[in-house]
């Protein structure tokens, strides 16, 4: 096996990275079951493409936030090791395409040398946190949420409880009530509050997008901040143990929520708090490294278009709360700029405002701490840069994800309709540069990485057949849907179905229809009044399929006939476990369990004991040709199938040993006893299996 080292100081960033070398190199062996491999990869940021034998990378930037220093490193990295292009997500990550799987180490070590790290930024993990891109700035927010998105990510960054869950996790703080964090549609929410002049967080539960949103149910009103971290453990942990693995159409949060109850869940998480090690998590907001705006001499400028610069006055600066500082928008047509543009805004920022940028929710990027006598100069900079696009945040900032360009899922293109959408707007609405209440996005697919059933106006990529069995793609359009605030929204109805090419006109017919009849209402409220039925009768001749052109089999962006290609899914990282690498992976925990134990840290050495527990028995199980599940079903299986049916004496049930997790607090005393537990019992069970496989 070729060796890999690198040169990170961090011993345990360092090692994650060989780690990986050293399973790519496995998996090239052949060692390493494909199925398994994928789920070991999108937990370090390494994503399968739509096209064969290169990878997409994504870049865990926690609440959006980004250096100047780390701006130019993922510049320099993604020159090296892609193609010079960076794309903004709607989790405030930067995703960089066509890179080689075999590279991915070095490229990993690259970016640590600035503490920028792909861990955790895909796969059944917690995803980057993320925040209001105004944390900080807003000025209606209570207190800067920054320190407390910050002090999540790091707590729960390579934490066991939450390394190899059913499915992914997601996180947000808002600012203020305008909830722009998007509280309602996480599995956690965060809005700030304030109590009594104490901090603390109203909290959502349990929401999510996808082909069946669900609106968050509120579990606090109140939460004191040093009870985020614990009671976010809590969650974790039950999800861990109760959420679905099997089928991964309902292996979210939402759905386990869904079918054991809110009430049912929350007491779990509060029995949960006495396995868990600190009670409370104090979160010291004053030692976080806040921006500082440097101090500089205000650069002459002349300039000749005044008029424009009012208008990108108007429509792309934000107030801040700090006297005389504003905050720039940047608008990013579908979040893509290049790395040249990237290297000279890492320049800018850091000699004439904080040294940093906020990547946003809607694919763009703010500016924040800069002094208002410097808009000139911001301007003039900027435009050479083609970062004066006007509308940030406005009806013409249209969102989309990757859909068919790049990604496996994607059904029709939603980059290619968002361009054409974006366009209309500009020439034929010109009145919606400066309107902030409509919200266009677009998702290539029912997964909703484009946030498409959230928005006023939604697009959703799918294809439609016709009775001679061609495919054409096409457009689910959905309305009605918004951001009431404090943790209140709406979901989108599902309107009408039409062929893609259709959707510059049921977008001018909606709008058109709008301006007419809607007089002062913003939209969600004039769709809410008309009715799901008012627009499916305004759009309805479009969704015929009897007089399709030849043009409706192409899709934007597109010059060929369109093709339905939907390849396999890597958002769960679904794993197909083989007998042998389920041993092997007890094995591994065991030991990372007792590096945990050795540093102290016995409330992770434990949870590695009770995963290499669980793997343990789950291997008998399948070993046994018994399907299964989640891991509370695992454990009940084992006790049912295998103990109680004799199979197998451990003096006592499996439940009764590997459930002492959830009454023992995490002391020295127990993690070596649970630890012995753990080695113990994967002795006794790869004992039996090579008594039962000898039998054969």
């Not at 017919?509 to 627009?535: S, V, W």
């Not at 291997?619 to 454990?635: H, R």
Request: with cysteine; net charge neutral.
């Amino acid at each position: 096996m070729q060796s890999f080292r690198t040169e990170i100081e961090n011993p345990i960033v360092e090692n994650d990275i060989i780690e990986l070398a050293k399973k790519i190199q496995l998996f090239h062996d052949g060692k390493i079951d494909e199925e398994k491999f994928r789920s070991l990869r999108l937990a370090r940021g390494v994503y399968g493409q739509r096209q064969q034998g290169v990878q997409m990378i994504r870049i865990k930037l926690p609440y959006g936030k980004v250096l100047s220093n780390q701006l130019r490193r993922i510049a320099d990295v993604s020159d090296e090791y892609s193609r010079g292009r960076l794309h903004i997500t709607t989790r405030q990550d930067i995703q960089i395409h066509y890179v080689d799987l075999d590279r991915t180490p070095q490229l990993w070590e690259e970016l640590e040398r600035d503490e920028v790290t792909l861990r955790e930024a895909c796969g059944n993990t917690v995803r980057n946190v993320t925040a209001s891109e105004t944390a900080g700035i807003d000025i209606n927010e209570p207190f800067d949420v920054s320190p407390y998105a910050d002090a999540l990510f790091r707590f729960f960054l390579r934490n066991p409880i939450c390394q190899e869950m059913g499915r992914k996790f997601k996180v947000s703080f808002s600012a203020s009530d305008e909830d722009t964090g998007l509280s309602y549609m996480h599995d956690l929410g965060f809005i700030a509050k304030l109590k009594r002049g104490k901090r603390g967080f109203k909290v959502l539960l349990g929401g999510g997008l996808g082909s069946q949103p669900r609106h968050a149910d509120l579990l606090y009103e109140f939460l004191p901040a040093n009870k985020i971290i614990p009671v976010m453990e809590g969650v974790l942990r039950i999800f861990d143990r109760h959420g679905e693995r099997k089928s991964r159409a309902k292996a979210r949060l939402k759905f386990l929520i869904k079918n054991i109850g809110l009430d049912a869940f929350k007491t779990l998480v509060e029995e949960e708090q006495n396995a868990i090690e600190f009670k409370t998590v104090e979160i010291n907001a004053e030692v976080y490294q806040a921006s500082i705006p440097v101090s500089v001499k205000t650069p002459k400028v002349d300039i000749d278009d005044i008029d424009d610069f009012k208008l990108w006055k108007s429509t792309n600066i934000i107030s801040q709360k700090q006297q005389d500082y504003v905050a720039i928008g940047i608008k990013v047509l579908l979040g893509d700029f290049h790395t040249d543009k990237a290297r000279l805004l890492a320049d800018l920022v850091e000699n004439y405002a904080a040294g940093e940028i906020r990547l946003t929710l809607r694919q763009n990027i703010l500016i924040p701490f800069v002094k208002e006598a410097l808009l000139p100069f911001f301007y003039t900079e900027l435009k050479k840069l083609g970062f004066t696009e006007l509308g940030y945040n406005k009806a013409v900032d249209i969102t989309a994800c990757p859909g068919t360009d790049t990604c496996n899922l994607g059904i029709s293109s939603s980059t290619g309709i968002a361009e054409e959408l974006e366009r209309i707007i500009k020439a034929e609405y010109p009145q919606y540069l400066k309107n902030e209440d409509l919200v266009i996005k677009i998702s290539g697919c029912m997964n909703a990485c484009g946030q498409h059933n959230m928005a006023n106006i939604g697009f959703q990529g799918m294809s439609i057949r016709t009775k001679d069995k061609k495919v054409a793609p096409a457009l689910q359009v959905l309305l009605g849907g918004g951001n009431k605030g404090n943790g209140t929204g709406v979901f989108a109805d599902k309107v009408v179905k039409i062929p893609s090419k259709r959707g510059p006109e049921a977008l001018r017919r909606i709008l058109n229809d709008y301006e007419q009849f809607a007089g002062n209402k913003k939209f969600e409220n004039y769709y809410a009044e008309k009715g799901e039925k008012y627009f499916y009768e305004l759009l309805t001749d479009l969704s015929s399929i009897e007089n399709l052109t030849q043009d409706d089999f192409i899709d934007w962006g597109s010059e060929k006939a369109y093709i339905k290609a939907i390849g396999i899914g890597e958002c769960a990282g679904v794993v197909i476990d083989l007998i042998a690498t389920l041993f092997l992976e007890s094995e591994e925990k065991i030991d990372e369990a007792t590096k945990a134990f050795s540093n102290k840290i016995y409330s992770s050495a434990i949870y590695y004991a009770y995963s290499s527990m669980v793997n343990s028995a789950k291997a008998i199980l399948l070993s046994e040709g018994v399907s299964t599940n989640t891991q509370g079903g695992i454990i009940k299986q084992f006790d049912e199938l295998i103990i109680d049916a004799k199979k197998l004496n451990l003096g006592v049930s499996f439940s009764d040993i590997v459930y002492q997790i959830r009454s023992h607090a995490p002391t020295e005393k127990f993690a070596k006893a649970y630890i012995k537990n753990a080695q113990d019992f994967l002795d006794v069970v790869r004992a039996f299996r090579t008594q039962e496989v000898n039998k054969k």
